[in-house]
């Protein structure tokens, strides 16, 4: 899939290739906040005899690759990237730090969700001090909605169930065609479902032709992780 538009107007975003694009011939293979190849997208010829490296923060999955870096303690796999980046001596510009911002920001609801700590925030304030723009990230990711994407939310939410703390939604082709959106802008739409009072965990079924694709989102420490893991997701 593209990248959401809300990333369309980071610098850098160019050079993000969908994983049809990606053409054999690397040297090393990194799987990033998922740990399973056929989550990629990609062939699994591509992986053939390249060394592959998971770095992730999701206690469940398969994890097998050559070199796993793995903490189910961290808020964000953004927190993992900083250390990894510091072994390797390298150092992190604007550009790289707007993108670790928002991954840190989108995992951890801009620094609400339970699952932050102090490193999470010490891992932001490293972001902003490397140049991470928060205004910029905070506007592009939570506050830039084209009119399909909220269209799409006014419909999804009318197919709202909720049975006892569990509460979901749907969307699927109909929808895309209606409001003119696409699967891409459904990103946020669990959030509003979550912030239903007396629901602990939602989900939003995104009905495709072949497939139905989950996401689970929950608070009070609920780990949705393991529902997803029976599904052989993550």
Known sequence: EPPPDAYRAFPG??????????????????????GEKQRAGCPASLFAGVPLAIVDHHANGVHESDCVVLDPRAGATA???????????????????NW?????????????????????????????GAG??????SRAVF??????????????????????DFAWVHTDAAMYRETGASEAETDSIINHVLEIEGVSVAAIFKVRASDVRISFRSKYEVDVGRIAARFDGG
């Not at 975003?13 to 998922?34: H, S």
């Not at 927190?79 to 730090?97: K, R």
């Not at 991470?132 to 990230?137: I, N, R, S």
């Open 13 to 34: 975003a160019e050079e993000l290739l969908p994983p049809e694009r990606i053409q054999p011939g690397f040297d090393l293979a990194i799987l990033v906040d998922f």
């Open 79 to 97: 927190e993992l990237i900083f250390p990894l980046l510091d072994q390797l001596g390298c150092a992190v510009d604007p550009v790289s730090a």
């Open 100 to 128: 670790l911002y928002a991954a840190l920001i989108t995992d951890t609801g801009s620094f609400n969700f339970s699952n932050t700590t102090a490193r999470t925030l010490e891992m932001g304030a490293r972001a902003v």
């Open 132 to 137: 991470a723009d928060p205004e910029f990230v």
């Open 143 to 164: 506050r830039s909605k084209k009119l399909s994407q909220v269209r799409l939310l006014a419909a999804s939410l009318n197919t709202l169930s909720i049975d006892g």
